[in-house]
């Protein structure tokens, strides 16, 4: 079993900067991918970026060049460094982890961005 924990969120005012952590624990697992996805509000959980076990990232159209996705393997660890925010980047934030043949999410965490 796995589990996730997510922190950083918050409310932060547009054109600001957030950083999110995602901590892997439990016992004996391999991480094959990492990343992160948000759900606003009425709308479907999206992927925002995510990063494979070989250092491959991708991104959302919506948060290249503003959004960065690194990860300490020593820790287990994945970020998510958030600037240039907008109002539309306001969502829940959930963290997703992917091992051989099993899936699991965090708790979510919320990002709001307005003034």
């Known amino acids: 079993q796995v589990q996730l924990v997510e922190s950083g969120g918050g409310l932060v005012q547009p054109g600001g900067s957030l950083r999110l952590s995602c901590a892997a624990s439990g016992s004996a697992f391999s991480i094959n991918w990492m990343g992160w996805y948000r759900q606003a509000p009425g709308k479907q959980r999206d992927l925002v970026a995510g990063?494979?076990?070989?250092?491959?990232?991708n991104y959302a159209d919506s948060v290249k060049g503003r959004f960065t996705i690194s990860r300490d393997s020593a820790k287990n660890t994945v970020y998510l460094q958030m600037s240039s925010l907008k109002p539309e980047d306001t969502a829940v934030y959930y963290c997703?982890?992917?091992?051989?043949?099993?899936?699991?999410w965090g708790q979510g965490t919320q990002v709001t961005v307005s003034s």
């Open positions: 997703k982890l992917l091992t051989i043949g099993k899936a699991y």
């Open positions: 990063i494979s076990s070989g250092g491959i990232t």
